[in-house]
């Protein structure tokens, strides 16, 4: 019922900046809170950052004042901005949303992105 698209990611320098986005399409009723994870090889899959959809955030303390989360809630979008790129920032990222989709009376639920590769070479 709900698919999220991601774009963006690829190959980048320490240092450099790469932007993902996300757009989610389908029977959305309601677009409550949405996010990045990652996952880095070997690792289990982290949180990066989530925005409301009033526009609070949280960020994991690893990519405070580099990352930015931000959402267009006209196009179901949600974007990270990230700065500063470090080598311990490569993994596969992926979008998550919660949605009530189909009716106004269907439960929230968690959606996922097929994943994005993000590669910080030092």
């Known amino acids: 019922q709900v698919q999220l698209v991601e774009s963006g990611g690829g190959l980048v320098q320490a240092g450099g900046s790469l932007g993902l986005s996300c757009a989610a399409s389908?029977?959305?009723?309601?677009?409550?809170?949405m996010g990045w994870y990652r996952r880095a090889p070997g690792k289990q899959r982290e949180l990066v950052a989530t925005?409301?959809?009033?526009?609070?955030?949280n960020y994991a303390d690893s990519v405070k004042g580099r990352f930015t989360i931000s959402r267009d809630n006209a196009k179901n979008t949600v974007y990270l901005q990230m700065n500063s790129l470090k080598p311990e920032d490569t993994a596969v990222y992926y979008c998550?949303?919660?949605?009530?989709?189909?009716?106004?009376?269907?439960?929230?639920?968690?959606?996922w992105g097929q994943g994005t590769q993000v590669t910080v070479s030092s």
């Open positions: 998550n949303a919660i949605v009530a989709a189909g009716s106004p009376w269907a439960a929230s639920i968690p959606y």
């Open positions: 389908g029977s959305i009723f309601r677009l409550n809170a």
């Open positions: 925005i409301e959809s009033g526009g609070s955030t």
